[in-house]
């Protein structure tokens, strides 16, 4: 039987970190879905002196140490993009890449999503449009495709395309800020810069998450998850914290959030198994 995670939390910030701390206190499993580290706003911080402990410290040194704090903990960790979430009756399960993971609570710890999907790319979601180069590359072999790269992950992810012989068209934000994606029935072209380049599929990797993209039926309100005092969102058992579930942005707000999400999560799970019993 696959392993099921007491907790599942997508986000390696300070409140992922700060939620599977707590979780394994409590004797609970926790897993972390994240992409590289180096996607997160924390890290391209130069100097950090608002989190208690941390003088006038590099953003990348706090989430090293909150990282290899959490494995030394027991925290478990698969680095990949969380697709999408569905509560399956007692046990929600999350698309990583071409994984599959299950948890009895999920924690939203993915930070704030920023940016607004190009034109064109919601109408060519499964019609050319990707996000995962590992998940829908094979369909592409021997044909021309484009990558968006906006993340960390990306030059990875456009290599990993070209080694299973996909004719790869690499942009990021510095060639073209503005993008778009056209097409009839599918995808034929990407727009960078004014400029039309023909392809068949366009691959969009970002840093950030659109947490009710991942989630439908979330509550949501002004680019944030809705949550109650122990941070749980609109559906039972999924808890949110940090950026996502609104400001202050700051590393200490998200350890706290992360902390109170963590526990609430915790409480639902040992509610959980007592039902089962």
């Known amino acids: 039987m696959e392993n099921i995670y007491d907790l599942v939390i997508i986000g390696s910030g300070p409140a992922g970190v700060s939620a599977a701390l707590t979780a394994r206190h409590r004797g609970k499993s926790a897993l972390i879905v994240a992409t590289s580290p180096e996607d997160s706003a924390l890290w391209k911080a130069e100097h950090v002196d608002n989190y208690p402990g941390f003088h006038n410290a590099a953003g990348a040194e706090i989430v090293t140490a909150l990282v290899k704090h959490a494995e030394a903990s027991g925290v478990e960790f698969m680095r990949g993009r969380a697709l999408a979430a569905a509560d399956m009756g007692g046990v929600f399960g999350v698309s990583v890449g071409a994984d599959f993971v299950q948890g009895r609570s999920l924690v939203l710890a993915c930070g704030l999503n920023r940016a607004k999907p190009f034109p ?105 998850i809705l949550v109650g005092a122990d941070m749980s969102a609109s559906i039972p058992g999924i808890y949110a914290a940090g950026d996502v579930a609104g400001a202050p942005y700051q590393a200490a707000k998200a350890v706290g959030e992360g902390c109170v999400a963590g526990l609430a999560a915790c409480k639902y799970v040992e509610s959980k198994i007592k039902e089962e019993k």
């Open 120 to 224: 064109g790319e919601a109408e060519y979601l499964g019609r050319g449009v990707s996000y995962c180069a590992t998940c829908d590359g094979m369909l592409y072999r021997g044909r021309r495709v484009a990558v968006v790269g906006l993340s960390a992950e990306a030059p990875e992810e456009a290599e990993y395309l070209r080694q299973i012989g996909c004719e790869v068209e690499y942009f990021d934000s510095d060639r073209a800020r503005k993008y778009a994606v056209k097409g009839a029935e599918r995808v034929t072209a990407l727009t960078a810069g004014g400029v039309d380049y023909a392809c068949e599929c366009v691959f969009i990797f970002r840093a950030g998450l659109d947490p009710a993209a991942l989630m439908p039926g979330l509550a949501t309100g002004g680019g944030h």
